[in-house]
């Protein structure tokens, strides 16, 4: 039994399954997502190419155990890429959990600990209001204990150089909740908000190209998603503007990892991300070594979203110690029967439910 549910801002909702129904083996795991999509595309909903693996967690720290797979649609054949994470599908997962009463049913103030398997992130889905369908909820993503600044750039640089044909961009490499590459928007000739919203397919394609060529040169597969990319600007006041690419095509906002990634690269002196916020005034980016930390107010297509960056220590050697995003909406969408072949499921012997489920709906 698979699980869908849908985060406001997200490319597409997400399937939830019970990993612990699935294989530990890459090839078989990856046959039975294909049976996964197959059952989604059967019952009309093609469009969901984010799948969340969850289990209740062994660890004593966690609630839940989180791990992402993202489908990539291609021509010659669908590939799933296991290499990153999605806030969006954590907050998703998160609401399938209370949904299968995993975790004490969801109030206020209750705080719901993920470990992600993908890349060893501790994430906390804080809930602020809940519906009877879904709720609103502030995810914080953890290091603890802090991680100094500078370790929170890819290459050890704030700026690197990367030429695309002729012209040179200085783009920052930052890893936070994902791996990501910044690039200022004057830098690809996008100089006001409407440019930068817009549905331009040069721009995308720059976009993609500059992306291609980052994971060319630093090292990740070209057959994955990630790193992600994202433009920033200051062009509207005391707001940071971002447009990034998802797959396969323009993200609606900014993915929750995103927004996490873009907060803690505001806070590191030196990258495009801190130019562009002490442009804009915030107080993350007030003046390159200073250890305040404020909101940041990103403006998106789809919204304007808040981000926190928390440091600690001191002024000579700030940790981040976590990035807290407010204001994020799921709600539940519905159930969907997905029948594997026999031989997609582990052996192990039979398991007892945590707790037993509550009635759902069905697609």
Known sequence: MGHIAAAQGAPCPTLVLDGRDLPADREALDAALGVARASLRAAGMGHVLKIALISPSSHPMFDLSYRFVQCIPDPAGERFDHLGSCGHSIVASTLIADQLAWVPRLAPGHRIRVDVVNNNDRVVCEVEEVRRTGGDLTVHFLHEPGIPLPELLITGAPVETLRVGSREHRVSLVSMGNPYVFVRADSLGVHSRAELFADDPGLFEAMVALRHHAAA???????????????????????????????????????????????????????????????????????????????????????????????????????????????????????????????????????????????????
């Open 217 to 363: 040169r630093w090292g990740w597969p070209a057959t994955s998603a990630f790193p992600k990319i994202a433009v920033v600007g200051h062009l509207t006041p005391g707001h940071i503007s971002v447009r990034a690419v998802s797959v396969p095509w323009w993200h609606p906002t900014l993915a929750l990892t995103g927004a996490t990634c873009l907060a803690a690269a505001a806070v590191v002196p030196g990258t495009v991300v801190h130019e562009v916020a002490r442009e804009a005034g915030t107080a993350a980016g007030t003046a390159a070594g200073q250890t305040a930390a404020g909101q940041l107010d990103i403006e998106t297509p789809g919204g304007t979203v808040a981000a926190i960056p928390v440091l600690r220590g001191t002024a000579d050697a700030p940790h981040l110690s976590w990035v807290s995003v407010a204001g994020k909406r799921a709600h539940y969408v519905g159930a969907l029967t997905v029948e594997l072949p026999e031989r997609c499921f582990p052996v192990h012997s039979r398991r007892k439910e945590p707790k037993p489920w509550r009635p759902v709906v069905t697609v």
